[in-house]
C-alpha cells in the first residue's frame, strides 16, 4: 500500500530515493518523505500530495548524504499531513514503515509514562520512538531495532536508519512486503523490485517474520525465531519499458492498449499445440469443489469464472471476498481447492484468507502476477497471469489476464471431470486463441465510447446491468466508473431490476446494458425496455446484430465485434474500462491514481 526504499550508497542518495520513490507511486500514496545521514547527522524533509511537491521542498532546502531511507504514505492513522508523513524520527531514529502496529495505543501509553512526547498521529512514531527508547537504555542500534520488533504486534514492513550510522539499515517483514537489493559496494531496501529496478536485478526477498542488518558490504538475515538464515539472491527480469508510459498521457490508457499482446502471450506460454499445459500438477478430479477467493476486480474476475466453472466443467464453486472469508470461518470439506486470485500477490485480507484455508487443509492455488510474491511463496501451487507491471491504480490488463487464465482452468476441469469432451475442450481453445484479435478490435470503439463519455460524466449516478457472466461485467464496469470519475455507480443482475433498482430510473440515470447476443439476449433487451419505458437512458453495449435487434429508442450504443458467448466477459471489459477512462477524463479526474485509492492493499 504505502512504498518503502532504503539506500547505502557511493553517491548523493537523495536524488535515488525521490527516483525510487516515483516508481512506486502506483502503490497509490497521499505524501512523501526522505531522511538521509550526512557526516553522521540525521535530517529529514516531507511534503503532502504527490513527489512533486517533496522535489520542490528538496530545491529550497536540499538533503546531502549517501544513507537514507524514503517512503510515500497512504494513510491509516491520522490524516495526510505533514507531521503524519513519514520517515517518522525520535531522538537518533528515523523508521518508514507500511502496514498497521496494533498495539501502538499501548505502546504509547507506556512511553508517555516514562515521559516521551508525540508529535503525530501514527502509529509509525511509537515504532520510531520506542526505539530510541532502547538506545537511552544503553543498546547498540541494531539490539534497539531488534527489541523495537519484538514489541509490535500487527503486520508491518519497517526500515530504520540511526543518527551517527551511515553504513547501517535495520529491515523486517511480518505481513507486508521487503526485498533488499545487491549492488556492488551499495545496498537497496523497497516495498518491491520495482522500486530497485534501476539499480540493481538482484533481488533478495525477505519471510514472513524476518529481519535483517544491512551494511553495504554485507546482509545478515535472522527468522522470527531470531536464528540467522540464508534467504536466496535472485536476478529478477524487469522490462524497464513496461514502466514509462511510452508515449501515452496515462499508464491506465497504456495498459489497455496492451490487453491484445499480453493475452496472446499469456494464452501461447500455457496452450501448446490445441492442449492446456500448466507448469504444476493439478488434477480437478481430485477435488468436488472449488472456492475462489479475492478482492476487488479480482473478486469480480472469479465470479465470472464461476459461471465458466459451473457450466463447462460442472463443479460447484463458491466465491468470497477475501475480507469476508476469514472471518465467517466458513467449514472447508475435504477435497477443496481454494483459488486465491490477487495482481499483485501481497493484499492482506486475501493473504490472510489464503493462510486461514491452508489451516483448514485445503489446497492452495493462487493466481497472481507477482512471482515472487508473498501468496505465490504461500500456495501448494501458484500461476501467473504474465500481464506483466500493471501500475495504473485502477486494474485493466491483469483482470483480462485473470479471466483468460481463470477460463482455462476452467476448460482444464472439464476435461479432467470428463464434463467435455476432447474436441469440446480444443474447440474452446481454439476460440480463446481468437480473443486477442478481438479485443484489437475492440479498442476502435474508442471513438463511440468518447463520445458517449461525455454525457455519462453529467450524470450523478449510473447503473450497469448484465445477465449471466455479463453480472460481473455489469459490476466491474461500475467499480471503474466510479474509482476513476467519483460518480455513483452500481452493477446489477438485469433480472433484479424490477426487485427494487428500477425505482431509481428516470431520465437523469443513464443505464449502460451489457448485451451480446447469447441465450439470455432477449431477456436483458426486455429489462432494458423497461428502463426505457420510465424514460430511462440506455447506453447498449452489443454487436451490430444485437444492436439492429434491439429496435429504436437506445439514448447510445457501442458496436463491438462478434463473438462466442462463453468468451464474451473478455471482450466486453475493453468498452467497460474505456467508459471509466473517458468519464474521467471529461471530468478532469487523476486517471492512473484516484482519490484515497491505492494499488497494493497490504492492510487489512
Not at 511510452?246 to 493475452?263: C, D, N, R, T
Amino acid at each position: 500500500m504505502c512504498g518503502i526504499v532504503g539506500v547505502l550508497g557511493t553517491h548523493e542518495v537523495a536524488p535515488l530515493l525521490v527516483e525510487a520513490l516515483k516508481r512506486l507511486e502506483y502503490r497509490g500514496y497521499d505524501s512523501a518523505g526522505i531522511a538521509t545521514i550526512d557526516d553522521g547527522k540525521l535530517d529529514r524533509r516531507r511534503a503532502v500530495g504527490k513527489l512533486v511537491n517533496l522535489s520542490d521542498a528538496l530545491v529550497h532546502n536540499p538533503l546531502t548524504g549517501k544513507s537514507g531511507i524514503g517512503h510515500t504514505r497512504w494513510a491509516t492513522h491520522g490524516a495526510p499531513t505533514v507531521s503524519n508523513a513519514h520517515p517518522h524520527k525520535a531522538g537518533r531514529v528515523a523508521v518508514v514503515h507500511n502496514g498497521i502496529v496494533e498495539n501502538y495505543q499501548s505502546l504509547r501509553e507506556e512511553l508517555v509514562a516514562a515521559g516521551y512526547s508525540f508529535e503525530s498521529e501514527t502509529d509509525t512514531e511509537t515504532v520510531a520512538t520506542l526505539a530510541q527508547f532502547f538506545l537511552e537504555q544503553g543498546q547498540a542500534p541494531v539490539d534497539a531495532a531488534k527489541s523495537t520488533i519484538n514489541r509490535l504486534e500487527g503486520a508491518f514492513a519497517l526500515c530504520f536508519l540511526f543518527d551517527g550510522e551511515d553504513d547501517l539499515l535495520v529491515a523486517a517483514r511480518k505481513g507486508s512486503p521487503l526485498a533488499i537489493g545487491h549492488g556492488e559496494g551499495e545496498m537497496y531496501v523497497g516495498s518491491d523490485a520495482i522500486a530497485l529496478a534501476p539499480m540493481t536485478d538482484r533481488i533478495t526477498y525477505l519471510e514472513e517474520g524476518d529481519h535483517a542488518v544491512i551494511t553495504r558490504t554485507s546482509v545478515e538475515i535472522f527468522d522470527a525465531n531470531g536464528a540467522e538464515v540464508e534467504r536466496p539472491v535472485k536476478q529478477v527480469q524487469l522490462d524497464a519499458t513496461r514502466i514509462e508510459k511510452s508515449g501515452y498521457k496515462h499508464f491506465m490508457a497504456k495498459e489497455i492498449a496492451e490487453q491484445p499482446v499480453v493475452l496472446a502471450d499469456a494464452q501461447a506460454h500455457y496452450i501448446k499445440d490445441g492442449n492446456i499445459t500448466l507448469p504444476v500438477d493439478l488434477d480437478f478430479s481430485a477435488f468436488d469443489r472449488v472456492t475462489m477467493v479475492a478482492c476487488g476486480t479480482a473478486y469480480l474476475a472469479c465470479l465470472t469464472a464461476k459461471y465458466w466453472f459451473e457450466q463447462i466443467a460442472r463443479i460447484p464453486v463458491e466465491v468470497d471476498i477475501a475480507s469476508e472469508f476469514r472471518y465467517r470461518e466458513p467449514p472447508v470439506p475435504a477435497r477443496t481447492l481454494a483459488i486465491f486470485v490477487s495482481q499483485s500477490g501481497e493484499t492482506a485480507d486475501t493473504l490472510a484468507a489464503l493462510h486461514y484455508a491452508k489451516s483448514q487443509g485445503a489446497t492452495i492455488l493462487s493466481v497472481v502476477n507477482v512471482t515472487e510474491s508473498s501468496m505465490a511463496r504461500d500456495s501448494d501451487m501458484s500461476l501467473p497471469i504474465l500481464a506483466g507491471v500493471e501500475v495504473s491504480v485502477a486494474s485493466t490488463k491483469a483482470f483480462t489476464c485473470q479471466l483468460s487464465l481463470l477460463l482455462l482452468l476452467a476448460l482444464k476441469a472439464s476435461s479432467d471431470r470428463g464434463a467435455q469432451s476432447t474436441e469440446q475442450v480444443q474447440s474452446y481453445l481454439a476460440h480463446l486463441q481468437k480473443t486477442p484479435a478481438l479485443v484489437s478490435q475492440s479498442l476502435n470503439v474508442g471513438d463511440a465510447v468518447k463520445e458517449a463519455a461525455k454525457l455519462v460524466a453529467e450524470a450523478q449516478d449510473i447503473l450497469f446491468l448484465g445477465r449471466g457472466a455479463m453480472f460481473p461485467l455489469a459490476l466491474e464496469g461500475a467499480l471503474k466508473l466510479k474509482e476513476l470519475s467519483y460518480i455513483h455507480a452500481e452493477g446489477y443482475a438485469s433480472g433484479e431490476l424490477k426487485h427494487g433498482p428500477i425505482a431509481l430510473i428516470d431520465k437523469h440515470v443513464p443505464v449502460v446494458v451489457m448485451a451480446p447476443r447469447d441465450a439470455l439476449f432477449e431477456k436483458t433487451i426486455s429489462n432494458m425496455q423497461e428502463v426505457m419505458a420510465r424514460g430511462g437512458k440506455v447506453l447498449l453495449i452489443s454487436d451490430a446484430a444485437g444492436i439492429a435487434e434491439a429496435g429504436q429508442g437506445v439514448w447510445s450504443t457501442i458496436t463491438m465485434p462478434e463473438i462466442e458467448p462463453v468468451f464474451a466477459p473478455i471482450l466486453y471489459a475493453i468498452p467497460a474500462q474505456l467508459l471509466a477512462y473517458h468519464t474521467a477524463i471529461a471530468k478532469g479526474t487523476d486517471v492512473d491514481q484516484p482519490r484515497n485509492l491505492a494499488k497494493s492493499v497490504t492492510v487489512e
